[in-house]
C-alpha cells in the first residue's frame, strides 16, 4: 500500500503548521511550498481542503497565514487518511460496485487484506499531530521553534525574510550613432 502525494502534502501541511504554532507570524503557503520543493497551486488546493474539513484556519493578505485549528494531542493520523486518501480499497474485491474476481466467495485474500488494513489504520489512529513533533521551546524568544533541528531546518520553519529590492541600475545611454554622407 502506499499514500497518495496529496496525503502526504496533507500531513506535512499539518504538521508545519504545528510546528510553528508559537511563531507570531504564521506560516503562509508559500512558505510551506518552498520549504517542501511543493508546487504552490497544488499545495493551495489541499490547504483548502484541510481548512474545509476545520483542521486549518486561514487568513489572507498582511499578516495572513495557516493557523492550526485542531488540536494537535487529538487530530490522529487515521483521521487524516481516512478523510485524505480517495481510495482504501488494497485489492478489487474490496469495491463491492467493480469487483469482477471469479474467486469471490472462495478466496481468504480479501479477509486477510481487510484485517490488515483494519490493524493498519487502527495503529495510526493511536498517533497523534503533536506525537509526530519534538517538543517545542518553552521560552518566548524561541517559541515555536524545534531546538533539536540543525540549523539549516530551523531556518525552514521561521518566517523567511523579506527580500532585498534589487539595487537600482545605471541608466544606460544609448550609444552615439555615426552620421554617414550620401553621395
Not at 518552498?34 to 499578516?63: F, N, Q
Not at 474490496?94 to 478466496?107: A, I, K
Not at 480479501?110 to 506525537?131: C, H, I, P
Amino acid at each position: 500500500m502506499r499514500l497518495t502525494q496529496w496525503t502526504d502534502y496533507s500531513l506535512r501541511v499539518l504538521m508545519y503548521c504545528a510546528a510553528c504554532e508559537g511563531r507570531a507570524q504564521p506560516p503562509t503557503v508559500s512558505e510551506i511550498a518552498e520549504a517542501h520543493g511543493i508546487s504552490r497551486s497544488h499545495l493551495t488546493k489541499i490547504v483548502m481542503i484541510l481548512a474545509g474539513h476545520g483542521w486549518l484556519a486561514t487568513t489572507r493578505g498582511r499578516g495572513g497565514g495557516l493557523r492550526l485549528m485542531a488540536d494537535p494531542r487529538r487530530l490522529t493520523l487515521g483521521q487524516v487518511i481516512r478523510e485524505t486518501e480517495p481510495d482504501l480499497n488494497l485489492v478489487e474485491c474490496f469495491d463491492v460496485q467493480h469487483n469482477t474476481c471469479r474467486l469471490n466467495g472462495y478466496c481468504r485474500l480479501k479477509g486477510a487484506l481487510g484485517q490488515a488494513m483494519q490493524a493498519f489504520l487502527v495503529a495510526l489512529d493511536g498517533v497523534t499531530l503533536s506525537d509526530l513533533l519534538a517538543p517545542t521551546a518553552r521560552s518566548a524568544a524561541v517559541a515555536g521553534q524545534l531546538p533539536h533541528l540543525i540549523p539549516i531546518q530551523m531556518a525552514a520553519l521561521q518566517r523567511p525574510a523579506a527580500k532585498a529590492a534589487p539595487a537600482p541600475k545605471k541608466p544606460v545611454r544609448p550609444a552615439p550613432t555615426r552620421k554617414t554622407a550620401k553621395g
